[in-house]
Each structure stands twice: as structure tokens, then as C-alpha cells.
């Protein structure tokens, strides 16, 4: 029996080392790398729920409703342009089947509204203008178009592919086609196959995702969370070419080998993000503030990393154009990245000395989830969560380290807005310090008042020390954070790309 049980674990070894080993040769294609070299995108939300104060609309809403005073779409791309993305996403029918191009198979579109402006056509023409590659999202889940309901779902196919041969045919070379809505019925009722095929029939080099594409291995039309993603996970819509989870974000380890049918596939993943603080996609009349330029900055550099790219949400009002201050925060994140105008190259993050290293807390939630470690772990989307108002953290650093950067990222509470999808991030840190320990004594070297969504302290000059603390002195409610960096703004470079 025991030699029973020995040969079976040998050939276990054996089988995940060969396993692993297959996995290893797997490379992206030369058509993926183009998009780990586009790396950084403008999603751009326009449509008839700009007009409606609201996210998801049922297709009910009148056409006469989308009402633009001034669509001014190469104001759009000349934006993204100075602000140094190099694609864009134009959302051309959401799920409420609204369509930004006059389509010949419905009324329900801008040829049918009071600003008849073909949108595809006027970002398409402004995206050859600027040297701007173009991308389409395209909901699957359509509540305004009839055929959708039918029990046949091949009728309702057949009117997706009809759209997608204008969409591809009409507006020149288009480098991705961005599925969503999938879980509005069973995965294998939109038929990816055949959709696929279509779309690589009419142009062979356009990136094909539907969003929430890995399953989990207990049952693959369930939604694997990027932060669980491991190798080998199943793809659940298949075929496609890379990733989408919207809106999380990807371990720092975050791997990249996931199967179907017994077949191992290269996929990156798109990350999405919004620049609204208030987590709109789709413009609303109030004013809402933009992220902060620290955060924005970091999240960058995360969800750019390790062949994984970002589309960054910046969606035009009412009035057809890009807010002034919304314009303005992405030109000085452009500004701070080093990319103004796309003509440098994407940068790098900086090299992180806390990931994973020995960490302690004075006091802590009794969840253990919600542990010391999930501050310095590889992931974003964890957190250390205090015992108390007052509290600290203290990592161990390797000894003789040497830093000038410290990130912190306070992990919010948030609150649903009227829409119920927006919401407001509520942040308790009211007056934090930061200590360093050398030559046998601590000292003080940053102090602060709120550190809020994400704080990028830089160091006048270096400090060499074995240990880091964070003391957090004064909160409004019980706080958390969900992670803790130091790095040596030397380590930051050029963006790598994997082949």
C-alpha cells in the first residue's frame, strides 16, 4: 500500500511538472503583442444614458432623449492623444441596444435621434487623424432589439453579426471587439464560435474578449475573480484572445495560461477602470470629481505590468465634449508617467521591497481575512483592516535597505448613489505617520493627515533602515489598508513586454 501511495505521488510530481512545463513554453502571438505594446487605452461610455442619469437603461428610453448640443468627437481623441494613450474603446451599443452608427437593422439608434451624427464614424475618422488605434465595445445583452428574447438564439446571432459586418466593414482597421453582457443567458446561446469566426473573417488582426471570460474549475459559467485566477483555470467563452474582468484587478503575479478542450491558451488581461471618483461609466449633469493623480498613477503602473494592459474610462458629457477638469487630471497623469502626446515609451512601476515580507500589527480585526499581511501582499483587492482607531504596521525590510518612495492605498467604504451603481468611497485616516528603524533607533519621517484612496510620499533623500512603520493616529472609524509599499524611485524603467 505504501508503495502503492509513493508511486502514485511520483507520478502526480511528474504529471504537474510536465504540465507546468508545457504551460511554460506557451507565448503570446505576434498579434497579442501588439496589444501588450498599445498597453494603455481611453474607454469611452457615450450613449443614450448620458442623457438619462443613469448606468443600465431597459431600451424603453425615447431616442428622442439622446440629445448631444455639441458632439465634438475629435475633441475626444485629441484628448486621448495629448494625454498619451495610444487606443480607444467607443462603446457603440450598451445594453439597453442603443446604437451610435446608423444601422440598417434598427430604429433604435442616432439616425433615429435629433444629432444624427454617426459616432463611429467621427471617432473612427478622428482615431486615423491622431495616429489613435480604435477599438469597439459591443454589448451581447441587447433590451430594446426583439430578436434577442427569441427561443431560437441563433436569430438573435444572426442580428449581432449583421451589425458587427457594419461596425467592420464601415470604419476602417479596428484592433479589438469588446463583448459584454454575457450573463444575460447561457454562454453557449451566443454562440462565440461562429461570432468569432465572423469577426476574424473581416478582419483577421482585431483582438476578440467577452468580459468575465475565466471559469471557475467547480463550474466554468461561474465568474473567476482575477485575485483566485490561477493557471490552467478554464476559459469560459471560447475562443477569444485576451481576458476581462470589469471591473477588478490582477494579482501582481497574475498568470496568464488558461485552458479549453484540453488546450492551453495565452491570455492578458484588460484591465477597466474608471477616472470618476464616483465609479460612473456613463457621464451624469452633476459635476464629479476625477480620481486622484497618486492613485491613478499606481494603478497604472499595476494593471500595466507583466503583459497586462489598462482602459481608462473617461466618458463625455451632455454637452458632447470631455470635462475640462476630467481632461485635465489625465494630461498631468500623462505628465507625470512621462507620456505626454504618446511619444515616449509606457514606463514601468518601481521596484516594490515590501511584497510579502514580515509584517505586524499593533492591533487588527479578529477576521482573520482581514490579517496584517493582506497589506503587503500581491494583491490590491485585499487589506489589513485595524482592531482600533489608533494603530500601526511595521514591516520587516531586508537590512540595509535603502528607499525614497512610500505608497500607501487606504481601502474605502463605499456607498451606493442614487443610480445604484455609482458610489462614494469613504476614507477614516485623519492623521498618520511614517518611522523608519536604524542604527538601533526609530524616527520620524513623514508625518500626514489623511491619506485617503492612495498617497505617494517621496523622500527628500534616502533612508536606510531595517524596519518601516505606518501609525496611524487618529481615524474617524476603524481603518483599513490595502497595501504598503517602499521603492527606490532608481528602479523605475521602461515597460518590459514579454515574448
Same mark, same amino acid.
Given at each position: 500500500m505504501k508503495s502503492a501511495l509513493f508511486n502514485n505521488t511520483l507520478m502526480l510530481l511528474f504529471l504537474l511538472v510536465i504540465t507546468g512545463s508545457a504551460a511554460a513554453q506557451i507565448k503570446p502571438s505576434a498579434l497579442q503583442l501588439t496589444q501588450v505594446k498599445r498597453g494603455y487605452g481611453m474607454f469611452i461610455h457615450f450613449g443614450i444614458n448620458t442623457f438619462n442619469e443613469t448606468e443600465w437603461s431597459d431600451g424603453s428610453l425615447p431616442v428622442s432623449s439622446y440629445n448631444p448640443t455639441q458632439p465634438d468627437c475629435d475633441q475626444w481623441i485629441k484628448t486621448a492623444k495629448e494625454a498619451g494613450f495610444r487606443y480607444v474603446i467607443l462603446v457603440t451599443k450598451h445594453h439597453d441596444g442603443f446604437c451610435l452608427w446608423n444601422s440598417q437593422y434598427t430604429n433604435y439608434d442616432v439616425a433615429s435621434s435629433p444629432v444624427t451624427t454617426d459616432v463611429v464614424g467621427a471617432v473612427a475618422k478622428a482615431c486615423k487623424k491622431y495616429g489613435i488605434e480604435l477599438g469597439l465595445y459591443y454589448s451581447l445583452w441587447d433590451r430594446h432589439e426583439p430578436t434577442h428574447n427569441n427561443p431560437d438564439p441563433g436569430v438573435y446571432v444572426q442580428y449581432m453579426k449583421h451589425q458587427l459586418t457594419e461596425l467592420l466593414t464601415k470604419y476602417g482597421p479596428i484592433c479589438e471587439v469588446w463583448f459584454d453582457g454575457g450573463w444575460a443567458k447561457k454562454d453557449d446561446?451566443?454562440?462565440?464560435?461562429?461570432?468569432?469566426?465572423?469577426?476574424?473573417?473581416?478582419?483577421?488582426?482585431?483582438?476578440?474578449?467577452?468580459?468575465h471570460t475565466i471559469g471557475t474549475r467547480e463550474k466554468i459559467d461561474k465568474i473567476q475573480l482575477p485575485v483566485d485566477m490561477q493557471a490552467g483555470d478554464p476559459i469560459r467563452f471560447y475562443p477569444v484572445d485576451f481576458r476581462t474582468k470589469d471591473p477588478n484587478l490582477a494579482r501582481w503575479d497574475d498568470p496568464k495560461i488558461y485552458s479549453r478542450n484540453k488546450e492551453n491558451k495565452y491570455l492578458i488581461l484588460e484591465h477597466t477602470l474608471c477616472l470618476s471618483d464616483r465609479w460612473n461609466w456613463f457621464q451624469k449633469k452633476a459635476m464629479m470629481p476625477a480620481r486622484g493623480v497618486d492613485e491613478l498613477e499606481e494603478l497604472f503602473y499595476w494593471t500595466?505590468?507583466?503583459n497586462n494592459i489598462i482602459i481608462l474610462n473617461v466618458p463625455p458629457g451632455q454637452d458632447g465634449k470631455i470635462r475640462a477638469h476630467e481632461r485635465n487630471t489625465i494630461l498631468s497623469l500623462a505628465d507625470r508617467l512621462g507620456i505626454r502626446d504618446g511619444k515616449a515609451p509606457l514606463p514601468s512601476g518601481y521596484q516594490n521591497m515590501a511584497f510579502n515580507i514580515p509584517i505586524t500589527a499593533t492591533n487588527s480585526s479578529p477576521d482573520k481575512q482581514f490579517a496584517p499581511a493582506k497589506a503587503n501582499d500581491v494583491s490590491l483587492e485585499t487589506w489589513w483592516t485595524a482592531g482600533d482607531t489608533r494603530a500601526s504596521l511595521e514591516m520587516d525590510l531586508k537590512p540595509g535597505s535603502r528607499f525614497n518612495r512610500?505608497?500607501?492605498?487606504?481601502?474605502?467604504?463605499?456607498?451606493?448613489l442614487?443610480?445604484?451603481?455609482?458610489t462614494i468611497r469613504k476614507f477614516f485616516v485623519q492623521q498618520f505617520s511614517i518611522e523608519v528603524f536604524n542604527n538601533g533607533a526609530w524616527s520620524t519621517v513623514h508625518m500626514g493627515d489623511t491619506i485617503g484612496a492612495c498617497r505617494i510620499i517621496l523622500l527628500p533623500e534616502y533612508c536606510t533602515a531595517s +524596519? /518601516?512603520?505606518?501609525?496611524?493616529?487618529?481615524a474617524s472609524a476603524v481603518p483599513s489598508i490595502a497595501h504598503f509599499a517602499v521603492a527606490d524611485t532608481k528602479s523605475k524603467?521602461?515597460? +518590459? /513586454?514579454s515574448r
Open positions: 446561446d451566443w454562440k462565440i464560435p461562429e461570432v468569432y469566426a465572423h469577426i476574424k473573417k473581416l478582419q483577421p488582426n482585431c483582438l476578440v474578449t467577452v468580459n500595466t505590468a507583466h512610500i505608497t500607501i492605498f487606504e481601502q474605502s467604504q463605499d456607498s451606493s442614487a443610480d445604484g451603481f455609482s +524596519k /518601516i512603520r505606518l501609525n496611524i493616529l487618529q524603467g521602461v515597460r +518590459k /513586454i
